[in-house]
């Protein structure tokens, strides 16, 4: 069966790169914008894996996994930022990789390739 | 003659000449007007003990360069902190012979005026005769006062010599102030780039490396995205560089391999240096170089001085690297042949910020030197003009 995953970001070109590479390598993609809405999906879908962003307008990545780690308590979470610097911070403490972003995505691609497989 | 003296010692004294050469003169004129035939003023050199010659006049005989704080006529000043005569033979000459100074073959008679104030010593007056000479009361008087006029010019020497270094230090705090203020505009900065441009660039570098997977393998439309990618990767890197330059994590040290770290750094580049023709040459410690250190931040540091490597060597050449052991030491020599760097900006090439790249930002040397330095350890450069350059890198050996 294919894997779902969520792809929290404000950025649209963000969303749009992400969901064509993930389709590609045969998971289905569900898109977020804002914090908000991630939750409103992981309520009404279910999700195998969120790729979340830290700084978003609204209800920030933080916020949002906080709320998932009470809720969903084993549903893997990659933080995916822009900002090296939270990495002590936030790394290892609930998610389950902490991913600068960059336009190889490869380290992203093979992040979540890893985690799909460790739970199966 | 007394005042007549007086006046043209103060008129050299107040001269706008060099402080040495007002000495010079008022020695000049002691050997002219003084039952002398030679004058030497010596300057206390307070760190290496010695009374050193400044200036001298009259006859060359017997003229010592410098004396030691326990030497001749003038040690024993020293210790006394007293003018002291001396002639030979005469009432006095036990003095004479018990100084054993070298400076005084040839001489009968001489004396020594302590150039000092309260709180220091700043040398000494030093008057030689090859005749007995009895000094009257009027001009002992007179050599009393000069040598006060000669103190009050050590003193200005002195001062000017302070005042100097201390425009140096201002001048060097300055600059210290401005490459902060530098840095926490860029601390500032960095986040903003962080996110306003990171974010375009991977959907830019990220489509553009889609469509490099859609178009055909010999369309001509590769070159173009191959531009894109590349380009777009290169921005990135000057991105995580500013931004690591900002970070300045604590260091976390345990004990590990320097071997190890550095083939972790070459194998980083292995596919690089294939682009680019280079050969790697490795001459590594056979047994492993343990050294305590953070793995993460040594590895940024070599990554840095490879990188510059490459740079150096885009049409081909070889990277030497060579790990050893030097008494308590160990060294990583990375060598290359990339032409080496011209040698009126070697003594910049650790500044932050300077480039001599097109799309450099100057901060990998700094960076590299801030992480080697952290780590007590030391970084120097052997620049060979028109073949290239080894960077030595020391850490103290666990
Ligand atoms: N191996 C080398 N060969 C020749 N020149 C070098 C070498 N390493 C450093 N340099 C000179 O020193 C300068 C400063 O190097 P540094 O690594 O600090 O900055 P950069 O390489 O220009 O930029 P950055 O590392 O931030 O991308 C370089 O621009 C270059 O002129
Ligand atoms: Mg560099």
Redesign the interface.
């Known amino acids: 069966m294919k894997k779902r995953v969520l792809v929290v970001d404000d950025?649209e070109?963000?969303r749009?790169?992400y969901k064509?590479?993930l389709e590609e390598e045969g998971c289905e993609v569900t898109l977020a914008a804002s914090g908000e809405e991630a939750i409103e999906k992981l309520e009404s879908d279910s999700i195998d894996l969120v790729l979340l962003d830290i700084?978003m307008p609204g209800m920030d990545g933080v916020e949002v996994l906080r709320k998932v780690k009470e809720k969903w308590k084993d549903l893997p979470v990659i933080l995916c930022t822009?900002?090296?610097?939270y990495k002590?911070e936030f790394g290892t403490w609930a998610s389950e990789a902490y991913i600068v972003?960059?336009?190889?995505?490869r380290e992203l691609i093979d992040t979540i390739k890893n985690i799909l497989e460790m739970k199966q | 003659m007394g005042y007549d003296i007086l006046t043209r010692v103060i008129e050299f004294t107040e001269s706008d000449l060099a402080i040495d050469s007002r000495m010079g003169k008022v020695a000049g004129l002691l050997v002219k007007e003084f039952p002398f035939d030679s004058c030497a003023i010596y300057a206390w050199d307070d760190k290496e003990k010695l009374f050193k010659l400044n200036v001298a006049a009259g006859s060359r005989k017997g003229r010592v360069e410098s004396y030691g704080q326990n030497q001749g006529l003038p040690g024993l000043a020293r210790k006394t902190k007293k003018h002291l005569e001396a002639y030979k033979p005469g009432p006095e000459g036990i003095l004479w012979q018990e100084t054993e100074d070298r400076g005084l073959k040839g001489f009968k008679g001489a004396c020594v005026y302590p150039l000092k104030d309260r709180q220091r010593w700043y040398g000494l007056l030093y008057l030689k005769s090859a005749k007995k000479v009895e000094l009257s009361p009027g001009e002992k008087k007179l050599l009393e006062v000069i040598s006060r006029l000669l103190v009050s010019n050590f003193k200005c020497k002195h001062h000017s010599q302070s005042l100097k270094k201390a425009g140096t230090k201002i001048k060097d705090i300055h600059s210290r102030l401005t490459q902060a203020e530098k840095l926490i505009v860029l601390g500032e900065l960095s986040a903003t780039f962080a996110h306003e441009i990171r974010n375009p660039l991977v959907s830019l570098g990220g489509f553009a490396a889609r469509l490099k997977k859609k178009i055909e393998p010999d369309s001509p439309f590769n070159v173009y995205v191959d531009y894109m990618v590349n380009e777009v990767r290169r921005l990135e890197q000057i991105i995580n560089n500013i931004l690591r330059y900002t970070e300045q994590k604590e260091a976390v040290f345990e004990g590990t391999d320097l071997n190890n770290i550095l083939s972790e750094s070459l194998a980083f580049f292995s596919e690089v240096f294939k682009k680019h023709d280079i050969e790697i040459v490795e001459g590594f410690a056979r047994k492993p170089l343990r050294v305590m250190a953070d793995r993460h931040q040594l590895k940024i540091a070599f990554d840095n001085l490879i990188a510059n490597a490459i740079q150096s060597m885009e049409k081909g050449g070889k990277l030497t690297v060579s790990t050893s052991r030097e008494k308590s030491w160990a060294v990583v020599d990375l060598t290359d042949n990339g032409g080496g760097i011209e040698p009126r900006y070697i003594n910049n090439i650790f500044e932050p910020f300077f480039t001599t790249k097109k799309y450099g930002t100057g901060l990998g040397l700094d960076i590299t030197k801030r992480i080697i330095t952290k780590h007590k350890g030391r970084i120097d450069v052997d620049n060979k003009m028109g073949q290239g350059v080894t960077f030595s890198v020391k850490l103290r050996r666990a």
């Not at chain 1, 822009?82 to 610097?85: E, G, K, L, Q, T």
């Not at chain 1, 972003?101 to 995505?105: A, E, H, P």
Request: charged share 35%; hydrophobic share 30%; glycine share 6%.
């Open positions: 950025e070109g963000i749009l790169l064509e590479e700084k822009a900002y090296p610097h002590n972003k960059s336009s190889d995505l």
